[in-house]
């Protein structure tokens, strides 16, 4: 009783999965799948979406294979890869895009202009 009552019992459910505590995701509740919103398990239904909930078994379970599938991604670019231009400009004025997509692993490949010296 006394565990339960200062929260502790979910302190300890926690702590036995590093991935849970990791990524934010309390077992113990319900998730919307489509606003991502955290409910109580006696909750059906998303208030917003009105789509039904998922677990916190199902939602650590979507959050971990997305994790898997972001680390896979290779920042690697090949040759003959299609490239698109974002953006022209001096290289320090592109650096800050180049940091935005790597954080998404989107590999980027800067370029200053042909007029400018390469330190921009």
């Known amino acids: ?12 459910a926690k702590r036995g999965n590093p991935d849970a505590v990791r990524l934010g995701v309390d077992l113990e509740m319900s998730y919307c799948p489509k606003c991502n919103e955290e409910y109580r398990l006696d909750v059906e239904r998303c208030v ?15 959050l971990t294979s997305k994790e898997q599938g972001f680390t896979a991604r290779s920042m690697e670019i090949a ?3 299609s490239m698109v231009a974002i953006r ?15 954080k998404d692993r989107i590999p980027a490949l800067l370029n200053g202009d042909a007029a400018g010296c390469a330190k921009g």
């Open 1 to 12: 009783m006394f565990r339960k009552l200062f929260g502790l019992e979910k302190k300890e």
């Open 48 to 62: 917003h979406c009105q789509v039904e909930l998922i677990s916190g078994e199902e939602r650590l379970g979507q």
């Open 79 to 81: 040759d003959g890869e």
């Open 88 to 102: 022209e400009g001096k290289l320090r004025d592109l650096k800050p895009y180049q940091i935005l997509l790597a």
